[in-house]
């Protein structure tokens, strides 16, 4: 199974930045889909962002589009998450998630496809 650690996580102004890291490692073989996802106080995980490595394609949820990029450096192991023009409403847990099968685009983000999942790292907004 893959390891994964977020980090990047922190207070920040509504309108501000962040940069979520994720490392993963545990494994040679290929890891076909990375992800994010975030939990806020008493609401569903919610699938935010996600990459498909063969191609290097991503899908973003309508909440974070055009505010938030995915990417990755696969000589770094590493997943990461820019966030921009951030609102209280991105306030929650962010977690890193991988599949080492691959996931049919429609699916990416959601939770059950994902068989290993960081701690999280916490991410809070305020206005």
């Not at 490392?23 to 992800?35: D, E, M, P, Q, Y």
């Not at 450096?73 to 991988?98: F, H, I, R, V, W």
Request: hydrophobic share 35%; proline share 4%; charged share 15%.
């Amino acid at each position: 199974q893959v390891q994964l650690v977020e980090s990047g996580g922190g207070p920040v102004q509504a309108g501000g930045a962040l940069r979520l890291s994720c490392v993963h490692s545990g494994t040679t073989s290929i890891i076909f889909n990375l992800a994010w996802f975030r939990q806020a106080p008493g609401k569903e995980r919610e699938g935010i962002a996600a990459i498909y490595t063969p191609l290097d394609s991503t899908k973003y949820s309508d909440s974070v589009k055009g505010r938030f990029a995915i990417s990755r450096d696969a000589a770094k192991n590493s997943l990461y998450l820019q966030m921009n023009t951030l609102e209280p409403a991105d306030t929650g847990m962010y977690y890193c998630a991988a599949s080492q099968e691959p996931i049919k685009s429609y699916d990416r983000l959601h939770a059950q496809y994902y068989d290993s999942w960081g701690q999280g790292t916490q991410v809070t907004v305020s206005s």
